[in-house]
């Protein structure tokens, strides 16, 4: 059974930071590649960052670029992200995937989701 537990959201002002993290089990976490999403209220999934497995690419929306940093732990098969320079724009409901060997791959499993709120 895959399981995907997103934690670290909460509220924020504006400027500041968060890690979220997502904890995972199930599957082989060493050969999926690993994503974060994000969904605004009235607003469509939007993928945010991802790391690969086989290829150790490393992706980032562009209006993340500079700001969010993902990561890794084997050890622990759990996936990071951190989140600086927060902007009101960046809330939304922030949730995990587990992809398949590559960023390019499609989206096997989901997470349950964690909220970000970021305050001006």
């Known amino acids: 059974e895959v399981q995907l537990v997103e934690s670290g959201g909460g509220l924020v002002q504006a400027g500041g930071s968060l890690r979220l993290s997502c904890a995972a089990s199930?599957?082989?976490?060493?050969?999926?590649?690993m994503a974060w999403f994000r969904q605004a209220p009235g607003k469509e999934s939007e993928g945010v960052s991802c790391?690969?497995?086989?290829?150790?690419?490393?992706y980032y929306a562009d209006s993340v670029k500079g700001r969010f940093t993902i990561s890794s732990d084997n050890a622990k098969n759990t996936v990071y992200l951190q989140m600086n320079s927060l902007k009101v724009e960046d809330t939304a409901i922030y949730y995990c995937?587990?992809?398949?060997?590559?960023?390019?791959?499609?989206?096997?499993?989901w997470g349950q989701g964690t909220q970000v709120t970021v305050s001006s």
């Open positions: 995937a587990q992809l398949g060997y590559s960023c390019g791959s499609t989206v096997r499993s």
């Open positions: 199930g599957f082989t976490f060493d050969d999926s590649a």
């Open positions: 790391i690969g497995s086989g290829d150790g690419r490393i």
